[in-house]
């Protein structure tokens, strides 16, 4: 009885198995080993850039993600680049004209030629030429041309570049970091090989596509010394006295302090032309007294002088005293 049993599972198995195998729908999701002779095939999408047929009974799958077209080059040179392409060239140029730096041309490019001082973006990546270890990469990089922050080696294969183009520069250590290196990521006298693609092309920053107009261009300067005069012609006379003075170095520096609570006696503006008349009467009379002889030899102090004292003394002591 147990034998019967075995014998009618084992010829229901062979029959599902046959079912499925020759089910349109159902072949190649009931069974794998059917679909694996195939594995390298993509699932068939109706697109003319797929050359391979759909398989017998295999459901047409209609394409439902929609890639952004990327912008077309210019006929010319996107034909150019396409038959250079399809011929399988690569173009070889030796940048440096000594064997230090050469590039070698993946994909032409269609754009403007990337100039010294102009930003590109790029994707990049840089390995050791003899063991292939990648030491850098990058994918949205943006940098200047030339502007000598980078190796010479790099900055002379991106002064030949194109917006689009995709090259590999071999760079001799001589162009690179020389016999010392940088250990431990790049030894002494290592050879480096980037593979570059320059996205974008931004321009120089005096380029139109910045969107700048040399004729039309204001300094910073100019633009900070009209904001000037127009707020100076909105002034009083007594503030722009002030401001006057405190534009003087040594008025300046004190008046920072005087902002910071010090008391009004110690204000610049009350202080120091206090002091300068102190000085001033000082000095006319120490010059009457005869204190400074100019021109010739010393003279005996006149009356004149004297007075003047006498009147300053009588003065302070609340009128002139009787002679005795």
Not at 88 to 105: I, L, P, Q, T, Y
Not at 234 to 246: H, S, V
Request: aromatic share 10%.
């Amino acid at each position: 009885m147990m034998l019967i049993v075995i014998q009618l599972a084992v010829v229901s198995l062979g029959l599902v198995v046959c079912a499925a195998a020759f089910h349109p729908v159902t072949r190649s999701s009931a069974l794998s080993f059917p679909r694996a002779a195939f594995s390298h095939r993509q699932p068939y999408v109706s697109s003319t850039a797929s050359p391979l047929p759909p398989l017998p009974g295999e459901t047409v799958l209609l394409s439902t993600v929609a890639e952004a077209p990327a912008p077309a080059p210019p006929a010319a040179e996107a034909e150019e680049a396409d038959a250079a392409l399809a011929a399988g060239v690569a173009r070889e140029e030796d940048v440096s004209r000594d064997g230090g730096v050469v590039k070698r041309v993946v994909r032409e490019g269609y754009g403007k030629l990337a100039q010294g001082g102009g930003f590109v973006k790029l994707r990049y990546t840089g390995k050791l030429a003899e063991t292939g270890r990648v030491f850098a990469r990058g994918d949205d990089f943006r940098c200047m041309v030339a502007d000598g922050s980078m190796i010479k080696g790099w900055d002379l294969a991106l002064r030949t570049m194109k917006e689009g183009e995709v090259a590999e520069v071999v760079i001799a250590p001589k162009y690179a970091y020389g016999v010392k290196g940088v250990p431990p990521v790049i030894p002494p006298n290592a050879p480096l090989l980037f593979e570059i693609e320059l996205t974008e092309y931004e321009g120089t920053p005096y380029d139109l596509k910045l969107g700048l107009n040399i004729d039309k261009i204001e300094t910073d300067t100019e633009k900070k010394r009209k904001d000037k005069e127009k707020a100076e012609a909105a002034l009083t006379d007594m503030e722009k006295f002030k401001n006057w003075l405190n534009s003087l170095q040594f008025f300046g520096v004190v008046t920072a302090g005087y902002r910071r609570g010090v008391p009004w006696y110690v204000n610049p503006l009350v202080l120091y032309p206090t002091w300068f008349f102190i000085v001033g009467v000082l000095f006319y009379v120490t010059f009457s007294l005869g204190g400074l002889n100019i021109g010739g030899p010393q003279q005996e102090q006149s009356p004149d002088s004297f007075s003047i004292i006498k009147t300053i003394i009588d003065g302070f002591k609340g009128g002139p005293q009787p002679d005795t």
